[in-house]
């Protein structure tokens, strides 16, 4: 498993598992797409590359997973993987997906990943986060 939905009491709040900040990242995009909509019905036809440059992993993280949901509510297009590469503030991902396809049925409307109670820890093998439904 990628991901563990954790109790939250207005949010959805998650813990990703990966030993690199790399791993984590991607399993992040993969876990935020996932509770968006069922993966089965995604295809993977649409690939774009981001690149985003902050003073911190931390700002890194929260930029990525917003993105994924400004592509999603601006051209209706969702990336359920990605291929990250980092080096110091610095991050390059190529995301792959596909829009999404009539009469879906989203597991949740999520409105923005946020800095609440963010915890990134590769050394422990997990991060945690919060997104505001």
């Not at 291929?83 to 997906?97: E, I, M, N």
């Amino acid at each position: 498993m990628l991901y563990d939905i954790l109790d939250h009491t207005a949010d959805l709040r998650v813990k990703v598992y990966g030993n690199t900040y790399e791993t984590i990242f991607e399993n992040s995009v993969t876990a935020l797409s996932d509770l968006i909509i069922d993966q089965n019905a995604m295809g993977t036809n649409i690939t774009r590359t981001v690149k985003i440059e902050k003073e911190t992993l931390d700002d890194i993280f929260i930029e990525l997973l917003n993105d994924i949901l400004f592509y999603l509510e601006t051209e209706n297009i969702l990336f359920h993987r990605a291929r990250v590469t980092l080096s110091s503030k610095r991050l390059t991902a190529t995301l792959y997906g596909s829009e999404i396809p009539e009469n879906s049925e989203y597991r949740h409307l999520i409105k923005a990943v946020t800095y609440y109670n963010l915890e990134i820890h590769p050394e422990d093998g997990f991060a945690i986060f919060v997104m505001d439904v």
